[in-house]
C-alpha cells in the first residue's frame, strides 16, 4: 500500500482524493492545508495538519506527496519545502519555467534521498510525452499543440492573483483556422495568438478599479501577454451558475514527411469533462511512480518523459504484456 498525503484542497485536491479512492494500491493518510481548522471537521478519518507550519507526528506514514497548489505562487514555495520530507509530485505548468523548477527540485530531492516527479498532469505532461514520440517517430516533422476550449486551472489561478479579484475562469479557445491548416498537411509557423484566443471572467471586489485589473490580466508575462486576452466581469452569481464546471482537452498533432515525400500526421487529442479530476488520476498514477522509483534506488527530479510506462501502471509486467500489447 503507497500512503499518499495531498498538500492543498481546491479543485485539484479534490480531484487527487477521488483518484486515490480509484486505486486499489493507494491509500490517502494525510492532508496539508492552509485551512487545517476549518477543514478537519470533514475529515474523520485522515489527519489533517498545516502546510505552512509543519510538524509531523511520529506514526505518520507518507510515501509521496502529491502538491496540489498553483504554479503561479504555491509549488515553488511547497514544493521545496516537501522534497526535503518526502518522495513528491506536481503539476507546475509555467512551460517557460520548468527547467529551473526542474533543477531546483533534482537538487533537494537528490540531498535528501527523495524522487520529485515534476510537472505533470495533461500538459505538460501527457501531451509534452506525445510531443516527443512525435518527434522520434517522425524525424524534421513538426508538432502543434492546441488546447481547449476549455478552462485552464493555472491561468485561472494566475488571474485570481491580481489584487481586487474575487474569483476567475480563463478559457482557451483554439483558433479552429489554425487547427484545420495543420490537419490539411500544411506546417506553417504560427504566433501564440494565431493558435489560441484566452477569454476570462472575473469577479471583481466591490470599488475595485476594474480597468487596472484588466490591464495586469492582460499584459501578465508567460500567462496572457502573449495572446489576444479578453477580460469580462461577470458578477459572483453568474460565476457560480454559468462557469462552475472545468472542462478541458485539446490536440498534439505531429506533421512530417516520409519516404518519397508522403505526409504523415499523428493526432492525439483529450477531451475533459472535468479538468481537475483527470489531472488528479494523472498525478496519482505518477505518485505511483515516484514510490516505485525510490524502491529502486533513484533519487532526484524526474518528468513523465523520464518514467517507463509500467511504473505508472497498477498491473503487473505479465498484465500488461498480455492485455495492453
Avoid at 44 to 56: F, H, M, R
Avoid at 268 to 296: D, I, K
Wanted: proline share 5%; charged share 20%; net charge neutral.
Amino acid at each position: 500500500m503507497i500512503n499518499v498525503a495531498i498538500v492543498g484542497y481546491g479543485n485539484l485536491g479534490r480531484g487527487v482524493r477521488s483518484a486515490l479512492e480509484k486505486n486499489g494500491d493507494m491509500k490517502f493518510t494525510t492532508l496539508f492545508t492552509r485551512r487545517p481548522e476549518q477543514l478537519s471537521k470533514e475529515f474523520n478519518d485522515v489527519p489533517v495538519l498545516s502546510s505552512e507550519k509543519i510538524a509531523l507526528p511520529k506514526d505518520l506514514k507518507i510515501d509521496v506527496a502529491i502538491l496540489c497548489g498553483g504554479s503561479k505562487e504555491d509549488t515553488p514555495v511547497q514544493g521545496p519545502v516537501f522534497a526535503h520530507l518526502f518522495n513528491t509530485v506536481d503539476s507546475y505548468d509555467n512551460h517557460s519555467n520548468i527547467p529551473g523548477h526542474y533543477q531546483k527540485m533534482n537538487d533537494i530531492a537528490g540531498k535528501n534521498g527523495h524522487v520529485s516527479i515534476i510537472s505533470t498532469g495533461w500538459d505538460p505532461g501527457i501531451y509534452s510525452l506525445e510531443r516527443v514520440l512525435g518527434d522520434a517517430f517522425l524525424p524534421g516533422s513538426k508538432n502543434y499543440t492546441f488546447w481547449g476550449t476549455g478552462v485552464s486551472q493555472g491561468h485561472s489561478d494566475a488571474a485570481r492573483k491580481v489584487k481586487g479579484v474575487i474569483d476567475a475562469r480563463q478559457y482557451t479557445i483554439p483558433v479552429d483556422s489554425a487547427l484545420q491548416k495543420v490537419r490539411a498537411g500544411q506546417t506553417p509557423e504560427f504566433t501564440k495568438k494565431e493558435m489560441h484566443k484566452r477569454v476570462v471572467y472575473v469577479v471583481a471586489e466591490e470599488g475595485a478599479d476594474r480597468n487596472k485589473i484588466a490591464k495586469e490580466i492582460i499584459t501578465m508575462p508567460a500567462y496572457y501577454a502573449d495572446y489576444i486576452t479578453e477580460v469580462n466581469f461577470i458578477t459572483k452569481e453568474e460565476m457560480a451558475k454559468n462557469h462552475a464546471a472545468l472542462p478541458h482537452g485539446g490536440f498534439v498533432l505531429t506533421s512530417g514527411i516520409t519516404g518519397e515525400n508522403t505526409r504523415q500526421i499523428t493526432e492525439y487529442r483529450c477531451q475533459l469533462q472535468s479538468n481537475p479530476e483527470f489531472t488528479g488520476s494523472v498525478l496519482v498514477a505518477c505518485a505511483r511512480a515516484a514510490f516505485r522509483l525510490q524502491q529502486q534506488g533513484s533519487k532526484g527530479a524526474f518528468t513523465m518523459l523520464d518514467i517507463p510506462p509500467a511504473l505508472l501502471s497498477p498491473h503487473s509486467a505479465v498484465e500488461l504484456r498480455s492485455y495492453f500489447m
